[in-house]
């Protein structure tokens, strides 16, 4: 089972059984495949976490219902588009669809968008990137990180 959907909430997108059968049947079995459901599932929520993972930890966690049902939808969208690129032609209209999902994810990648309630990634700006010696004896020499300038390294 996904983070963000369902394999029920991807089949209401769907007309009836027979479509979804002819769509994850792998078997002729004339049933749909739930395991091939959440396949699609699991294949556009990671499409998604790439994207988003740039900025928020994945899978979001967010506290603002709407971004709940906004992830959902994002990935309900592109979980169809899976499943309908399996027994091709899929059309423009869908192609599109999962173009603006991927879109709209980098963006939230970015910055451009934003995910109230979201998990973000701690900081590191306040941090002191340098060890500190504090199991030896050995004390640093100067504040300067830098071992390696144009003039010490000329000769090498």
């Known amino acids: 089972m996904g983070n963000y959907a369902t394999t029920t909430q991807l089949e209401t997108r769907f007309d009836d059984a027979t479509e979804l059968a002819y769509l994850t049947d792998n078997e ?3 049933t749909p ?5 959440e396949e699609c599932i699991a294949s556009a929520e990671g499409a998604i976490n ?3 993972g740039k900025r928020y930890k994945t899978p979001v966690a967010s506290t603002d219902a709407s971004v709940v049902a906004l992830l959902q939808g994002q990935t309900l969208d592109l ?5 309908r690129k399996r027994k091709p032609p899929i059309s423009e209209q869908k ?20 995910l109230p309630g979201a998990s973000t990634y701690d900081s590191t700006v ?3 990137p ?3 010696w504090s199991t030896s004896d050995r004390t640093q020499d100067s504040d300067d990180a830098r071992l390696f300038s144009r003039d010490t390294a000329s000769g090498l």
């Open 28 to 30: 002729v079995a004339g």
């Open 33 to 37: 495949d739930t395991a091939v459901e």
């Open 50 to 52: 790439t994207r988003i």
């Open 79 to 83: 979980a169809e588009v899976n499943m």
């Open 95 to 114: 192609e599109r669809q999962a173009d603006k999902v991927l879109e709209w994810a980098d963006r939230v990648g970015d910055g451009t968008y934003v």
């Open 126 to 128: 306040s941090r002191d």
């Open 130 to 132: 340098r060890l500190t």
